[in-house]
């Protein structure tokens, strides 16, 4: 139990749980506003993005850090990013459309910003699936490539909240910077950046894990 506690991905675990429990409190006590299918779909879109971003975030800093063993959580941050999307779609399904697939349909055609989040949902399907290590060595340079598509899923994700959204763009345009700094970041002059500014005041002791073993570590 001592060692479990210790391990920073039981942690990222519970913390990444959270949205999820605070849901399922606010359900129980009645706390989900006025419009409560609007209040999920939005939590569990936000908590998407966030999952996403945050999975984005970790080469940066594992760049910035030196730190090669911040790779070790971003299959689980991805993974939880999809869980969100996956209810968030679900929500979609069942309490907005009560699975009415012409209904879908004309809805998926007629409101860009609902198709351009499908679209965003099904690409992250095939990353999900082949999200474990026997597929990262069945696929080999291939797999680099296809979770690659988290650049555009990001991007996709951004501009359905930028359309889902009429009034208050601040929000959505937050995540629009946030996703442009990280989105930057993997740029030469943004890896430049990272370097130079580790090297400046990263102290030694943490500039380790200069090389990493895993391949792929090396993408994103």
Known sequence: MGATL????????????????????????????????????????????????????????RRLTGRADLIRYRRMLGLFAFFYA???????????????????????????????????FVLLIPLALTSTHAMMRRLGRRWQQLHRLIYLIALLGVIHFLWLVKKDLTEPLIYAAVLALLL??????GVTLLQTARSRFTPARFQVGQTVGNGAERRN
């Open 6 to 61: 210790r391990n920073p991905k039981f942690w990222i675990f519970g913390i990444c749980l959270l949205p999820l429990l605070r849901l399922l409190v606010l359900g129980a006590s009645g706390g989900l506003g006025a419009n409560p299918i609007e209040f999920i779909t939005r939590s569990t879109g936000t908590w998407t993005l966030v999952g996403l971003l945050l999975t984005l975030s970790v080469t940066p800093l």
């Open 86 to 120: 996956g209810l968030h779609f679900v929500t979609y399904l069942w309490l907005d459309q009560f699975f009415d697939p012409a209904a879908i349909a004309r809805d998926i055609v007629k409101r860009p910003f609902i198709t351009i989040g499908f679209a965003a």
């Open 184 to 189: 930057g970041a993997r740029l030469p002059w």
